[in-house]
Every structure is written in C-alpha cells, then in structure tokens.
C-alpha cells in the first residue's frame, strides 16, 4: 500500500511541476509582449528626439 501511495503522490507532485512549468511560460510571454509594447512606445520617442536634433542641427 505504501508504495501505491507513493506512485500516486509521484504522479500528484509531476502534474503539478508540469502545470507551474506551462504557467511560468506564459508569464515569460505575457512579459515579453508588455516589454515589446513599452520598447515599441519607447522607440518613437527617440526617434522624435532625433528628429528635434536634426532640426535644430539644420537651423544653425
């Protein structure tokens, strides 16, 4: 009986492993797309900043 139990406690313990796996990889994705959100609102500003640098370059 004791080693029924431990089969199963086994199999318990490798489902939940399993699901925290699965879990944590959706928050790594969820993270990589909020990081690509804030980089892609990030990005038109230094370009704005460039563009301002280049204007100020071009009037003097």
């Not at 790594?28 to 690509?36: A, G, P, R, S």
């Amino acid at each position: 009986m004791d080693l029924f139990n431990r089969i199963y406690a086994n199999k318990k313990i490798g489902k939940a492993l399993k699901k925290l796996k699965t879990q944590k990889e959706e928050d790594q994705k969820e993270n990589l797309d909020k990081y690509k959100e804030m980089v892609g609102l990030i990005r038109p500003v230094n370009n704005l900043g460039l563009e301002i640098k280049k204007a100020q370059r071009s009037k003097v």
